[in-house]
């Protein structure tokens, strides 16, 4: 690759030709290609943008093909029957091929300082509230977040056109962020968040003005609305890289924006149990993974709560309520601290109230009272938050054994109880009616 060095605002992009680079049309999905060359045939530009460029280039498998463009959402939908325009903030155009989405975006305006037509909104603390703006395709490299995810795939030649010195900080596993950090931190905090996400993932290292002032600027993620903050977690923790996340947060303290009640126990502690239990969790969950198998936000927050939650029903008992009492009430109250900071919707909530209550009938052994414990629907889900207990030193290996022994002398029952109600339940239910059972298993 020619190097021109670093290329500020402003200038003529680098053009990396298609022989000098690796992106070839045979890892690009098919579905991209089609909404990139329609749009060519149209007399517009088409070019993969973000991650997938980035995948690419690091011959990685991309999650999802992003597509940029200067037709504009409505001329976008007109090219595809399978369109639908969405977002308010940001007006997009997402084409259907069944279960990919094309995620079509119209080149967005710069924003600049001072800004006086509207078009950019950006409120007191220089946070951008309204962005829809269209602009060229430079604007749109130069407001993206990192250098790395502003590289275009241009569909006209199959070059790459590098306006920020991506290329550059590809080879050199570089994250940075486009223009000054501050700036951009303020405009979007969850910038900080992808930061971490992406060093992470890529095993980059991030550039030391990209660095600096994260930990300072931290508490702007107060302000971030709680939803938003819950699709973050979910990707930090749910991808595989939940441990280094973990770590990564910590040290940044953006882990106390998240999830404070959780940071705070870990300050407090007086023993190694809290994190240890966080440490195997996130371990665990990247096992899973890596395995393909199911995780849930639910038990990730089980994980998480868990010593908060511990904390105070150990002061509830003291003030005298019952053990399940004090275990209910606790867990109601940190689950409504929590959702102040992060939004997190019933489905997860609920499953993980019931991993926690299930842990006091879990700490009793023996007789009927063990069956029906392990005929309960999240069972499974609780025992393995036993164990990682178990793994804490937080309650016997002997008990988490007998549990692991008692599962297997009675697989038989199991069995049988599934398949009894099976029938009864199908005459009842209307097929079409299903519930979406993927949603919380564990
Ligand atoms: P992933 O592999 O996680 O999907 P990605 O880079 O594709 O990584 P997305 O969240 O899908 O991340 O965003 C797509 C692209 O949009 C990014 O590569 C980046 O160019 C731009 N982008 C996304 N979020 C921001 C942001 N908060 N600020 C600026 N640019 C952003
Ligand atoms: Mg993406």
Redesign the pocket.
Known sequence: MTSAGHIPIHSEPEIIPRSDHPVSRANISKNALKVLYRLKESGYQGHL????V??LLLGREP??F?VATDAHPEDVRRLFRNCRLIGRRFRLAHVMFGREIIEVATFRGRQEPGDSNGAHHVDEDGRIVRDNVYGSIEDDAL???FTV??LYYNIDDFSIIDYAGGMRDIEAGVLRLLGDPETRYRE?P??ML?AVRFATKLGFRIEPETEQSISTLAPLLGDIPPARLFDEML?LFMSGSALDNFEMLRHYDLFRQLFPLTDESLTHQENEFPLTLINRGMANTDERVAAGKPVTPAFLFAVFLWEPVRYRAARLESEGQTPAQALQHAGSQIIAEQAAVMATPRRFSLPMREIWMLQLRLERKGGRRSQRVLDHPRFRAAYDFLLLRGAAGEVSQELCDWWTEYQDKHPQKREQEITKTRPRKRRRRRPRRRANAGDDQV
């Not at 943008?49 to 997938?52: D, K, Q, T």
């Open positions: 943008v973000g991650g997938s980035r995948d999650k999802d992003d407001r993206r977040d995810n502003a979007d969850v910038r992808r990707k």
